[in-house]
């Protein structure tokens, strides 16, 4: 995973209008694309596509220059697969001073690209730096209690919760312990805030990519080596596991006064 992300959680957020905006140069755009070819895939069997699109050429008119289109095919577990690399561009354009939005009701009329289906747009736009976010823990998230049960890892859960989520629904629930972490999408009955009701396990679902990209960048940063195994999540269901990952833990190293052994 790229290093330089990690900084950019403390910073990112999500502009839901943007205000006094620059121009993103045309060596910007194609550092963007550039980026796009090179971000870790959730499912690498999983064909996606991305195009940027003047902003006039889409349904989201909140102030932004550009669109990003995302396309994949459909398959299981293509919609985590787009909000894992989706969220690597959200975090990336952060870098480069550029606000992101992720529009989920966007339409365009680029339907397709390469013979996949459009998926889901993020709305960009040159911002001043000073516009990113000063203070991440001012953000308005669940408790650690109610998303990550038991005592383990809690330095990584503290910052992977700050993972944007549709109407910040926030739809995962950690089991952790020592050796591993288990990964649930958690759909509470009745609350959905203002989306759609057929709409809700379709956003979670792109949410849970984009929280695993968040926890694995914060593993990452923290030294840990893990692998990870995705389970399918076909069915509508409160609480489905869909990511175990088996941490693997540091091997205590000798203290300097450590006696040798003699021959």
């Known amino acids: 995973m790229d290093g330089n992300l990690y900084p950019m959680i403390f910073e990112r957020k999500s502009f839901h209008l943007f205000k006094d905006v620059g121009s993103i140069r045309q060596e910007e755009l194609s550092q963007i694309e550039d980026f796009f070819c090179r ?81 889901i ?34 330095s990584i859960a503290q910052i992977a919760r700050f993972a944007p989520s549709a109407c910040n629904t926030q739809p995962w629930i950690v089991a952790s312990g020592e050796r591993e972490l288990k990964v649930y999408r958690y759909q509470k009955p009745g609350k959905r805030g203002i989306m759609p009701a057929d709409k809700v396990s379709w956003y979670n679902r792109i949410d849970i990519g984009i929280f695993l990209l968040f926890l694995e960048v914060c593993m990452e940063h923290e030294g840990l080596a893990f692998e990870r195994t995705l389970f399918a999540d076909p069915r509508e269901e409160e609480k489905t596991l869909v990511a175990v990952y088996a941490v693997k833990l540091k091997k205590p190293q000798p203290g300097r006064n450590a006696k040798r052994n003699n021959p």
């Open 39 to 119: 971000c870790k895939p959730l499912l690498p069997e999983i064909p996606v596509e991305m195009k940027i699109v003047p902003a006039a050429e889409t349904t989201c008119k909140r102030g932004q220059e550009y669109c990003i289109l995302l396309y994949s095919e459909k398959q299981e577990g293509y919609l985590p697969n787009i909000g894992y690399i989706g969220q690597q561009l959200d975090l990336m354009l952060a870098s480069m001073n550029i606000g992101t939005l992720w529009f989920g009701i966007g339409k365009t009329e680029v339907g397709s690209a390469s013979g996949l289906d459009f998926v």
């Open 121 to 154: 747009m993020l709305a960009i736009a040159k911002v001043e730096e000073t516009a990113f976010r000063k203070d991440m823990f001012k953000s308005k998230r669940k408790p650690l209690e109610e998303i990550w049960t038991h005592d383990h890892y809690h």
